[in-house]
């Protein structure tokens, strides 16, 4: 499989709308509170969140982001284009410290930085 620099997009969208999803839906989350501990508190919890137009998009944006993999998987081998799924990690947590003002720890940051340098060692080799 020869791929041309255009076909990167396909795994760089799947990367990109998942990110989009995973803040969207935590964001949403978020607004609505903690889990409730009643059982149909917890039932309407959810039917409210089923029901909210931005957690349609992120279900909108999952299945975009299965397209596009799939798409992928004609252009790359799995073992060459699963580990660009990584840049997800620093993404979000990027993303999760400037919109949720979450922490960024210096743990973190290392924990993300290796998983880059696997990253990184699994494609170059």
Same mark, same amino acid.
């Given at each position: 499989?020869?791929?041309?620099?255009?076909?990167?997009?396909?795994?760089?969208?799947?990367?990109?709308?998942?990110?989009?999803?995973?803040?969207?839906?935590?964001?949403?989350?978020?607004?609505?509170?903690?889990?409730?501990?009643?059982?149909?508190?917890?039932?309407? *919890? #959810?039917?409210? @969140? &089923? $029901?909210?137009?931005?957690?349609?998009?992120?279900? !909108?944006?999952?299945?975009? /982001?299965?397209?596009?993999?799939?798409?992928?998987?004609?252009?790359?081998?799995?073992?060459?284009?699963?580990?660009?799924?990584?840049?997800? *990690? #620093?993404?979000? @947590? &990027? $993303?999760?410290?400037?919109?949720?003002?979450?922490? !960024?720890?210096?743990?973190? /940051?290392?924990?993300?930085?290796?998983?880059?340098?696997?990253?990184?060692?699994?494609?170059?080799?």
């Amino acid at each position: 499989m020869r791929a041309q620099l255009a076909d990167y997009l396909y795994p760089l969208l799947t990367v990109l709308l998942t990110v989009y999803g995973q803040i969207i839906v935590k964001w949403r989350v978020s607004l609505q509170g903690g889990m409730p501990v009643v059982m149909g508190e917890k039932v309407r *919890f #959810v039917g409210h @969140l &089923l $029901l909210d137009l931005y957690v349609w998009t992120a279900f !909108l944006g999952a299945f975009f /982001a299965a397209v596009s993999w799939m798409i992928a998987m004609t252009k790359f081998e799995l073992s060459f284009a699963y580990p660009f799924m990584s840049l997800s *990690f #620093v993404l979000v @947590l &990027l $993303l999760s410290a400037l919109f949720f003002r979450e922490p !960024l720890t210096s743990s973190k /940051a290392i924990g993300v930085a290796l998983i880059v340098l696997g990253t990184v060692v699994i494609g170059w080799f």
